[in-house]
């Protein structure tokens, strides 16, 4: 079956990466140094990288044909054994670029000359040189021969009835058109949309409008419809159902829709079957301009089939709707304003009694037998949800024995059942179709978040890093690869195949995680195409590895060695670990290609020299970990593009960590007290003489700044991300001077030395967006200082103020701030009352006050914060009574209070506000 055989979807992602590492090897950069450092060898040289180019083009154009075939294709069995064959030989391609940038990297460290058994000399480059010219020159052959073998044998296949959809479309079609006809009793969970849907058809406003339904693959998107689409029909002069699809043609879908508008008029109908497509769209146009009419475009896929079809749909001020169901949050976005609706998977309740209803069909009440609920509660809460998953599982279920084993045997092989069981094969397609249609440039960055573990929860910024790292972001116009990655991103969510979970106060996305059903495809796909593997995955005996990534989740040691150990690209570990620490060494040794190696939590103390050979390396995190120092051999990483030693011990860094030039991001800062209440709570290092090297530095936290980085920082104009630790008043004005160099800075923390000493930063800086300074800031510093001025065009949405000793209230002056979406302080203010007035802060949705000693009246006027939607009081002392006019917060989410007084908690209780309305969202702790 189509979807049982997946590895053709993945051969042109191997391809495109084949052909970035064969770019990267012929650039100029990679060429004038290999000129240098081979000069001996001109003529071998320059035959390998003409074989190289040949690859290249070669490969180039079979990845362009291969996304461009039609979907028809893709369950050819014949296809799919070429495809499989192209994929190794790209992966084989794949290590001679690497054997090929090591030896040009490497050449002056490895010296010119080994020693043969038989006694004479030889250069060791040009053996090297000739062992990978002779190999890609073999790949080069392979290459020609498979375009032959295609040329000769799959076209036979597609002789056959070529207008005829894949297996998995067509399936996927089916199941569309099944989904129209569910009984009304059968929809669960429905009845809020379907009440807002029905009261969008049913508006007075006269207006064409457009709606939209949105959602992943089995949400019930289309049974939705069609449960409306019934009810609701005949309330409209004419109505007509259209499915589009990814494959659809426009003058079929013309034609449906006019058979279904037509049905009454068999003579109208007959004319337009010898007409254009132009004139089937004028024809549709007439009719539709005279009347009330309701379309359902059921499963829009891109803009163009949207707009293709919105030139007949005109606005004739008759009240007519259209209806939309959609995977795409751009498609989504066309829908009139106000009138999109995103559906979510079912809640607990709803999806246990969905599941009792088609798993215990003939039983009275449907009632699951007591036996039996253990079992059931956990193959439902698997579904996550998702309906189409929650019927078919429970039909599956309805056949088979109502015993305790039968029921533990599919609970604990429900992901073994949906990758293969034919009966769920409607599950696979509905999911895999989404996949099979995203941009090759999004399918391995897809695939990479299914190598972590079920529910795992990513952070946008770390994801990002490891995208640029492996290689999967392409460059775009002026954007930094960050930028393109974070787009990357947006559009995995917005295609709904990463699930948001949070954005931060400004609105980007900050947290989301994958469906679990989306990632037991993914990592089927990943497994079949030697893309990766997660331990996690294994089912005890050795950790078998034929993938180029590995993801371990090491909660005890490895009991088997690690196989094909030597191919691998990327070792990441997840979690606090006990494990004993070989693994590094192993890799240092035996994989000396790595590209990134994230060994989180482990509790190893020293790195080995040997990390220096890792000349691929763009990627090394030693987060948490407990190594206290760097190796000298770290200054020949000469790729590293990250280097995350956050929450570490390393307190110093090795001199020639600023020979690193092309790194990206350093992250080397450590909490040192926890809750961060003490005035120094972070640690940072100090970088060594020549800073200045580092100049497509992106991120930078935590410098503890000294007289000779103080002078240099400026050098940094790349900088985003900065925090600044130990900084001591005689360095703002340098310091000032050196951010203003920085155009692109967007996040600034800046600690000073002691409480004494105070931060007098008197710039400018457009381009912040978030702003924390802890240390004391001088009387009439937020009036006087340009850094907190709001100039046209500045975009602050986060300030945070510790140790700030403020007397004179702060409020009147940061309210010019419209922008602000989060606002802290920490001992900042030491006066005794805080207003907020009607219209301030129009956008704040977090408010923390804690250790504010001297506050003891708190004033919120209506129309304040008018977003809030959290709000935090921690430990202000002298405040015994609620503030007044927090009744007028009606957008908050969170409310807590945190070691109040016992006079505080007397008055919190006799608060009617708080008792009536915001007690089912309000926390608190007594101080004592």
């Known amino acids: 079956r189509g979807i049982n055989k997946p590895q053709k979807v993945m051969a042109e992602i191997v391809i495109l990466l084949a052909i970035k590492k064969i770019g990267i090897a012929l650039a100029k950069g990679a060429a004038d140094q290999a000129s240098v450092q081979l000069a001996k060898f ?13 690859v290249a083009r070669e490969l180039r154009v079979m990845h362009d044909v291969l996304c461009e075939m039609d979907i028809r294709n893709r369950s050819n069995q014949v296809y799919e054994g070429w495809l499989e064959e192209v994929r190794k030989v790209a992966h084989v391609m794949e290590d001679m670029v690497d054997e090929y940038l090591y030896l040009v990297g490497r050449e002056h460290d490895i010296g010119c000359c080994f020693f043969l058994k038989k006694g004479f000399k030889k250069p060791r480059s040009l053996l090297c040189l000739n062992q990978i010219a002779l190999r890609v020159k073999e790949l080069e052959k392979d290459l020609s021969h498979l375009s032959e073998t295609k040329n000769r044998w799959v076209p036979m296949i597609n002789n056959g009835d070529s207008s005829n959809l894949s297996y998995i479309v067509k399936r996927s079609q089916e199941l569309a058109n099944i989904s129209r006809l569910i009984d009304e009793e059968d929809l669960v969970g429905v009845d809020k949309n379907r009440e807002k849907l029905e009261q969008w058809l049913g508006g007075d406003d006269q207006k064409c409008s457009v709606i939209a339904l949105l959602g992943m693959g089995g949400l019930g998107k ?19 159902w259209v499915s589009i699809s990814q494959t659809y043609s426009r003058e079929d879908v013309l034609r449906n829709m006019i058979k279904e508008l037509f049905k009454d008029n068999a003579s109208a109908l007959c004319s337009t079957l010898s007409m254009d497509i132009m004139s089937l769209e004028e024809t549709l146009k007439k009719y539709l301009e005279q009347r009330k009419y309701l379309i359902i475009l059921d499963d829009v896929w891109d803009l163009e089939a949207f707009h293709d079809l919105s030139r007949m749909l005109t606005h004739n001020d008759k009240g007519s709707r259209v209806i939309l169901t959609t995977r795409e949050a751009s498609i989504a976005a066309l829908a009139s304003q106000g009138h999109s609706l ?50 078919s599982v429970g039909s599956l279920l309805s056949a088979r024995e109502k015993t305790v084993e039968e029921w533990r045997r599919i609970n604990d092989q429900l992901s073994w059942e949906i990758i293969n069981n034919s009966s769920l094969d409607h599950i696979r397609n509905v999911l895999h179709l989404s996949f099979i249609y995203l941009p090759t440039y999004l399918k391995s960055c897809f695939l990479y978040c299914s190598l972590f573990p079920e529910d795992y929860l990513f952070k946008r910024k770390q994801l990002v890093r490891l995208f640029i790292a492996e290689g999967f972001i392409e460059e775009r116009g002026e954007s930094t690869l960050e930028e393109v990655a974070e787009g990357y991103l947006k559009e995995l969510v917005d295609r709904n195949m990463l699930q948001l979970v949070e954005r931060n106060s400004f609105g980007r996305v900050k947290k989301f995680r994958m469906h679990d059903l989306v990632r037991e495809l993914a990592v089927d796909l990943c497994k079949k195409n030697c893309f990766g593997a997660s331990y996690e995955d294994q089912c005890g005996g050795s950790l078998q590895m034929d993938g180029r990534r590995l993801v371990l989740q090491l909660k005890k040691d490895i009991e088997q060695p690690l196989s ?15 494990s004993s620490c070989t693994l590094l060494p192993l890799l240092c040794t035996t994989s000396r290609y790595m ?97 200045e090297n580092l100049k ?95 100039v046209e065009g500045q975009n602050l949405y986060s300030l945070v103020l510790y140790w700030s000793q403020l007397r004179g209230d702060p409020l009147p002056s940061l309210s010019r701030f419209s922008n602000l979406t989060e606002l802290r302080f920490t001992r900042a203010y030491n006066g005794e009352q805080l207003a907020f007035l009607t219209g301030w802060f129009p956008k704040l949705k977090v408010l923390e006050l804690r250790d504010l000693a001297s506050l003891s009246r708190l004033e919120i006027q209506q129309g304040a914060m008018a977003s809030l939607e959290e709000l935090y009081l921690v430990n202000l ?13 009606t957008s908050i989410k969170y409310l807590v209070f945190l070691e109040i007084s016992r006079d505080f908690l007397t008055s919190l209780r006799q608060c009617s506000t708080i008792q009536g309305i915001l007690i089912s969202r309000a926390k608190y702790s007594l101080r004592d």
């Not at 080397?668 to 003489?689: L, M, T, Y």
């Not at 015994?880 to 007028?888: N, R």
Request: net charge positive; aromatic share 4%; charged share 25%.
């Open 342 to 391: 995103t559906l979510k998977a079912l809640p607990e309740d709803k999806a246990w009694d969905l599941f009792c209803k088609k798993a215990f069909p003939r039983d009275t009440n449907h009632e699951c037998p007591t036996e039996l609920k253990p079992s059931s509660k956990e193959i439902v809460s698997k579904c996550k949800g998702l309906p189409l998953a929650v019927v």
């Open 877 to 889: 002392s002298s405040m015994t009574e609620v503030p007044a006019g927090i009744e007028f917060l």
């Open 696 to 790: 497509k530095l992106q991120t930078l936290q935590a410098l503890e700044i000294q007289d000779e980085s103080a002078r240099h920082l400026g050098e940094l104009r790349q900088l985003r991300s900065l925090r600044l630790l130990n900084v001591k008043g005689i360095y703002c004005r340098r310091i000032g001077e050196s951010l203003i160099q920085m155009r692109y800075l967007s996040n600034l923390y800046v600690n000073a030395s002691d409480e004494d000493e105070v931060l007098s930063l008197n710039v400018c800086l457009p381009s912040l967006q978030k702003l924390s300074l802890r240390g004391r800031l001088a009387e009439g510093a937020l009036d006087e200082s340009p850094l907190f001025q709001a």
């Open 42 to 54: 001109g003529a071998q040289l320059l035959e390998l990288q003409g074989s190289m180019g040949r």
């Open 222 to 240: 289309t049974a939705l419809a069609a449960n409306v689409y019934k009810r609701e029909r005949e309330k409209f002069q004419c109505y007509a």
């Open 564 to 578: 094909n150990v030597h191919q691998l690209r990327t070792v990441i570990t997840l979690g606090d670990s006990k």
């Open 595 to 691: 590209t990134v190696l994230q060994l989180s939590g482990l509790p190893m103390e020293k790195i080995p020299d040997a990390i220096g050979d890792l000349f691929n390396l763009r990627h090394l995190g030693l987060r948490h970990s407990k190594v206290k120092m760097l190796p000298q051999s770290v200054e020949k990483l000469s790729n590293l593009l990250t280097l995350d030693l956050h929450g570490s011990d390393i307190r110093d860094l090795p001199s020639g960590i600023v020979k690193l030039k092309k790194l990206r991001h350093l992250f080397s800062d450590k909490i040192i007290a926890p809750g961060c209440r003490e005035f120094q709570s972070w640690s940072g290092v100090c970088i060594p003489k020549g800073l």
